[in-house]
């Protein structure tokens, strides 16, 4: 990103040209960056709580207070119970520095309970880990080049426009692009196909073209013997997903299952981009496992044009152990410190504790420190999390630039610099360079960096640990493996002039296997996954909320309600400025005609949208775009910004994935009905 300063103000942001990955493209949302950053509404000043908790009523003190403060509470609780608190983070900032470098430094020093950072990624993340080793996969550039894309519970064009620029090249020059979606999204509509499969059955469709592509010996018997390991096992698996069978459970014809598997198996330079629609779902996991071993069936990787990408996070080297310090944990390494699934925050907060009788919980919470997060917006069963920062008897302090949801039921609610602000060092998930981050202008009011913050709170606490007080330049010199091979030549001081450094990565990255497992091959039978107890082969698990595992319950909520991404908002962020939430204009519910028409609900209705979880209401769009027996509730709007004060996480659940602890946001079963 380049920045226009005048004044010491930032006027206008623009992509750097010069830079690969993105070509000085920059999505609609982060080219008003600069909107946001000199918001009249940025916070500006430490506040502390006047009026009562979550009524959002504050009044300014000094950063000496606020230190003094947040040191007092949290020695005191410490000294007693150390993982009473509790932190939580994600991704407000991606940023190795700003992220979890000082703050978690801080963390585990105090012995605070550790927050396991399950909220997005963690299901496919962990996919990945046993099929491949590692978030590894095709580098995005070379999908530009590739005769099929499958675009796989993903919306590219609303979430990764930068990837969207290789698939629409490979458009034109011939490819076809095929969306595998529940809903006819933003980039569903441009693709050659659209498969509107039920959501969470991707597992069943994949080992369906598994079925297919051994069937007809669509196969790569040289790649299969060279580079993978558990064939046997996984085609036994695959014949029993007959493309009949498949077509039930993933509500989609024969016909087009065959020939999806067909055209795969026959188009040499085929590619996949996934991405995290899938794996919102109980069988998130396995079904990005199945997915994963499609192109090691088809030797799809000896191109590379050919392959599948999730995430590519694994390439870059980054040293988390300098970055995080587990090892300032008392307990470290026999007994480290509990740990809470952050999707499961609204049930943590609500727990009495072991003090009244042992639930194997340990210490009631009694203090958490919200940062780079939102969490009564995006958190899942959001009354829940809602009615656990709302007790009374809890101590929250909240990092942030807004005062958003979260920032409301804060006791001490401290103002954050935004990435024009401070210093930092990033890494990408989707392409395959680092990224320095400069300040391009000082701190808006009394803003300071997350890193400062957490070094006055423990200065306050009178702590002494050299890591807690190092500089951000520091942190940011320690945050990569710079001998790595993959980043040869480069360090901070380079980085920091240059602005970025590819990675090197080979182009083709298993052409020749190489994979990092611990056989070092594709592992379609994990060994890993059988010690755990677990099913060494992927297979495909029915959603937690689906008439298949809770027959019950679908009868009286049968629709299938997914939230996904809002094109104009990044999560919860960007949703408080105005003119990316004028483009959006209001909560909208996405309902075909059929399901409409039996509820009497008509276009631009308000409907109320519940389950046994609570309610929200948005305006109803009619349409075919959401496949029948689905509704779609684009999102993660701000509650206080929404007509009745709530959101879609009011209706989510607290469910776990089968692999990674991954928030299931996308298995949820409701009812509509006209408000
Ligand atoms: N504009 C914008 N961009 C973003 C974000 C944002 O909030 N706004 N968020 C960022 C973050 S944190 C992330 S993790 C990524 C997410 O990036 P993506 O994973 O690409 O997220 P989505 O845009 O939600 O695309 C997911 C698609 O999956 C579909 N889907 C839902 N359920 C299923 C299912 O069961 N099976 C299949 N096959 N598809 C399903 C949805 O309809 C949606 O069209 O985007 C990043 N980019
Ligand atoms: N229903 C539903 N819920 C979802 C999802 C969904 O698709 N549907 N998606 C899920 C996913 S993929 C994700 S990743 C999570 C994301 O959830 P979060 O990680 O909570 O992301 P944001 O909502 O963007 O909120 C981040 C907050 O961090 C603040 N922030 C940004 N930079 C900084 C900084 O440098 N310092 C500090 N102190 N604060 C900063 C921003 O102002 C913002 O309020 O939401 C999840 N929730
Ligand atoms: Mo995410």
């Given at each position: 990103m380049r920045v226009t300063v005048e004044n010491g103000r930032a006027i206008k942001v623009t992509g750097d040209?010069?830079?690969?990955?993105?070509?000085g493209v920059l999505c609609t949302k982060v080219s008003r960056y600069a909107d946001r950053v000199h918001?009249?509404?940025?916070?500006t000043t430490p506040m502390k709580r006047?009026?009562?908790?979550?009524?959002?009523r504050f009044e300014p003190i000094t950063w000496d207070q606020a230190f003094a403060l947040a040191g007092r509470r949290l020695s005191e609780i410490a000294a007693r119970a150390p993982e009473a608190i509790v932190p939580y983070s994600y991704?407000?900032?991606?940023?190795l520095v700003q992220g979890d470098s000082i703050a978690q430094r801080f963390f585990h020093k105090l012995g605070a309970s550790q927050l396991d950072?399950?909220?997005?990624a963690s299901a496919g993340a962990a996919g990945l880990k046993y099929t491949y080793g590692a978030g590894l996969g095709m580098l995005t550039e070379f999908f530009s080049e590739s005769e099929l894309i499958l675009i796989w519970g993903a919306n590219p064009i609303a979430s990764n426009l930068h990837f969207w620029t290789h698939a629409q090249e490979a458009k034109r020059n011939g490819a076809r692009l095929i969306a595998i979606d529940p809903y006819r999204s933003l980039t569903a509509e441009k693709?050659?196909?659209?498969?509107?499969?039920?959501?969470?059955t991707d597992g069943a469709l994949a080992l369906g073209m598994m079925h297919v592509l051994i069937t007809e010996n669509l196969l790569d018997h040289a790649y299969i013997a060279d580079h993978t390991l558990g064939f046997e096992s996984l085609k036994a698996r695959a014949l029993t997903y007959a493309p009949a069978r498949v077509a039930q459970i993933c509500g989609v014809n024969e016909e087009v299952i065959v020939g999806l598997a067909r055209l795969y198996g026959n188009t040499r330079k085929s590619a996949i981009r996934m991405n995290y629609g899938m794996q919102r779902v109980r069988g998130g996991g396995n079904a990005v496992r199945a997915i994963a071993c499609l192109p090691s069936l088809t030797g799809a990787?000896?191109?590379?044009?050919g392959g599948a990408l999730?995430?590519?996070?694994?390439w870059a080297p980054v040293d988390s152990f300098a970055l995080?310090?587990?090892?300032?944990?008392?307990?470290?390494?026999s007994a480290p410190s509990r740990v809470i699934n952050m999707n499961e925050i609204g049930n943590a907060l609500l727990n009495p504790g072991d003090?009244?009788?042992?639930?194997?919980?340990g210490p009631k919470i009694e203090a958490m420190v919200v940062y780079n997060s939102n969490p009564v917006a995006v958190a899942p069963d959001s009354e829940r999390v809602a009615a656990g920062f709302a007790r009374e008897d809890l101590f929250t302090i909240v990092l942030e630039h807004f005062q958003t949801d979260t920032a409301d039921y804060a006791d001490l609610l401290l103002p954050a610099t935004t990435q024009l602000e401070h210093l930092d060092v990033h890494k990408s998930y989707g392409h395959t360079h680092v990224m320095a981050n400069l300040p391009?202008?000082?701190?808006?009011?009394d803003a300071r960096p997350n890193t400062e913050i957490f070094r006055g709170i423990a200065r306050a606490m009178g702590l002494t640990e050299r890591a807690l007080f190092e500089s951000d330049e520091e942190v940011a010199a320690a945050a990569?493996?710079?001998?790595?091979a993959a980043l040869a030549g480069v360090d901070w001081l380079t980085l920091k002039r240059s602005g970025w450094a590819r990675l090197h990565?080979?182009?083709?990255?298993?052409a020749h296997g190489g994979f990092r497992t611990p056989s070092g091959k594709c592992e379609f039978y994990s060994e890993r996954l059988a010690q755990l107890g677990l099913d060494p082969l992927p297979d495909y698990l029915p959603p937690h909320e689906s008439a298949e595992n809770a027959p019950e319950l679908a009868a009286r909520y049968p629709l299938a309600m997914i939230s996904p991404p809002a094109r104009n908002f990044l999560n919860s962020t960007f949703v408080n400025v105005e003119s990316l939430r004028s483009t959006e204009g209001e909560p909208h519910l996405d309902i075909h005609p059929d399901d409409a028409q039996h509820r009497g609900i008509a276009e631009g209705d308000r409907v109320r949208i519940f389950n046994d979880r609570g309610s929200m209401q948005a305006r109803a769009r009619i349409t075919?775009?959401?496949?029948?027996g689905l509704v779609v509730g684009l999102s993660i709007w701000w509650k206080k910004l929404a007509p009745d004060g709530?959101?879609?996480?009011?209706?989510?659940?607290q469910a776990l994935t089968?692999?990674?602890?991954?928030?299931?946001?996308?298995d949820c079963l409701v009812e509509v009905e006209r408000a």
């Open positions: 040209p010069d830079h690969p990955p993105t070509h918001h009249a509404r940025r916070l006047v009026g009562k908790k979550g009524e959002g991704a407000g900032t991606m940023g950072r399950a909220i997005c693709c050659h196909q659209h498969i509107a499969l039920k959501p969470g990787w000896r191109d590379r044009a999730l995430s590519s996070s694994g995080a310090r587990p090892d300032l944990m008392p307990g470290w390494p003090a009244g009788g042992a639930t194997g919980f391009a202008i000082a701190p808006v009011g990569f493996r710079w001998d790595d990565v080979p182009d083709a990255p298993f075919d775009k959401a496949r029948e709530r959101n879609a996480n009011q209706v989510t659940s089968d692999l990674g602890g991954s928030a299931t946001f996308y």
